[in-house]
């Protein structure tokens, strides 16, 4: 439809005939656009316009059709009051423009026009097939909730406020995308949640001006604070109960229509690296896990490059027995350490990545046999040494350990650059890339938050969910950046007492 015709024909005409022909051109070449026309009660002509494929039709014959072709409207005052006490439909809503008819029919809402009336009446009769909530396959667990978001907007918001009882869970919905039209909700806890925070959020979705939204990861590269930076500023999740668990902190989540994933904000370092695993477990066992990922995260970063420059330049730091059983094997090798570091993760990237396209029945097997016959081909082919084997095998393991995907593939690319300045500098290059790397994540921020909180600026309280996994009795207050609100989560004297005295069983 161009511009004239839109402007001229905005408002809903009092002529039947002219609201069907503006349909008709606005929906000009659409096939599934339905358009119903028939008479209420044998004398009124009315049309009932509706998008197939998103309207449940049994209830459209049983509660709409069937009660308006047998009704007597001589004395009818059309009002949506009187309109919704003929019909069995709960959420009826009256619009005067074509953009709001519009709005209704893409969200799969029917649209009742009568003649003689200059109003539509939308008709709440939205139906489409969606997938049933599942377990994240992403985010396993061993122990916790197997549910998962899906890709219906009512679905997800539905599971937070089941887990989330309280009406300080508040939900403002945004439309955002020109053609689009996708409705994206953020998502907070009213008087824990900081209000600047929230504006902040708010603001910055309001001013998005795109095309379109068809995932997430739109929204996501168009609020962050740093998009050039490999690091992401804003967490990623499947699971209710980890958005839960945000938003009680007094953080933000975006939920967008279309996507099982939501997003967290503010993220910063720590909160990415933990796993919701690590709550729902002891707080013992918990905080052990939590140091094994720490190490495997530097192993995930540093490996490949302390190898490379130990072996280049720094010989004498490996115990003589182990450098010559190095030597051995790489006396057939025509790489220098650095080349062939470089030829491996290269490699096991590839792999790894293909066996992600793949379809999920070959997948795994294609990656983890094509690891194995290629790893064993270079080395017998004198390519490589058997212990750069080992280290890139090692290293992509480590990978493994990362919660968040978006961390990993981060630290599989800073890899790279850290390789090739240990293979020209030997330890002093390593030192530098680690300094380099510190020194971006000291400066960069989500939504203003230190991504290094709290351990830069250091926050002693909050180092209990940080460097150890503290007993749930003991985490009294929340984060100071975001819940400063409303700081205290639990009073004090929660931790369980031995029995006292005789056994209870005597």
Known sequence: MDASLSNSLETVSYSLDDNLRTLQVIYTKCKDVNFHDFLIGGTTRALIV???GMVNLEALDRNVLSPLLSETIEEWNYTEKELSSIISISDVKETSTFSDIIAHLSVGNVELLIDGIPLAYSLGLAHWEK?????????????????????????????????????????????????????????????????????EVEQ???????????????????????????????????????????????????????????LIAPATLFS??????????????????????????????????????????????????????????????????????????????????????????????????????????????GLVSAPMVMVVAITGIASFMMPQYSTGIALRMLRFPIMILSGILGLLGLMLGFIVIVI???????????????????KAKELKDVIIRAPIWSMRTRPKFTGRMNTIRQPSGQRPDPPKGDDIHD
């Open 50 to 52: 509706y998008i197939e």
């Open 131 to 199: 997938r049933n909530i599942e377990e994240p396959s992403a985010e396993s667990v061993i122990r916790g909730p197997r549910e998962g978001f899906t890709e219906t907007m009512s679905v997800n918001t539905a599971m937070l406020r089941r887990k989330i009882k309280s009406p300080s869970l508040k939900m403002v919905s945004y439309k955002v995308g020109k053609h689009t039209r996708t409705e994206v909700v953020v998502i907070y806890m009213e008087g824990i949640a900081n209000e600047g925070l929230i504006q």
């Open 204 to 262: 910055r979705i309001a001013e998005i001006e795109i095309d379109g939204i068809l995932e997430s990861g739109y929204i996501e590269g168009l609020i962050e604070d740093h998009p050039l930076s490999p690091f992401p500023q804003i967490q990623v999740t499947e699971r209710p109960d980890v958005v839960s668990a945000a938003l009680l902190e007094g953080r933000t989540a975006i939920l967008v229509d279309g996507t099982p994933f939501a």
């Open 272 to 381: 990415l690296l933990q796993s919701p695993e690590d709550y729902y477990q002891r707080f013992i066992i918990g905080t052990l896990i939590r140091w094994l990922r720490y190490m495997f995260f530097f192993i995930t970063l540093l490996l490949p490059s302390l190898y490379v420059a130990i072996l280049t330049f720094h010989q004498e730091m490996v115990p003589t027995s182990l450098l010559l059983s190095i030597a051995k094997s790489r006396e057939d090798i025509p790489f220098p350490a650095l080349v062939e570091a470089l030829l491996m993760e290269i490699s096991f990237e590839a792999l790894r990545e293909a066996g992600v396209r793949l379809p999920k029945q070959v997948g795994a097997a294609v990656s983890i046999v094509g690891a194995l016959v290629i790893g064993q081909a270079a080395t017998s082919a």
């Open 440 to 458: 971006h994540l000291c400066s960069l921020r989500s939504l203003g938050v230190p991504y290094l909180q709290p351990l830069a600026p250091i």
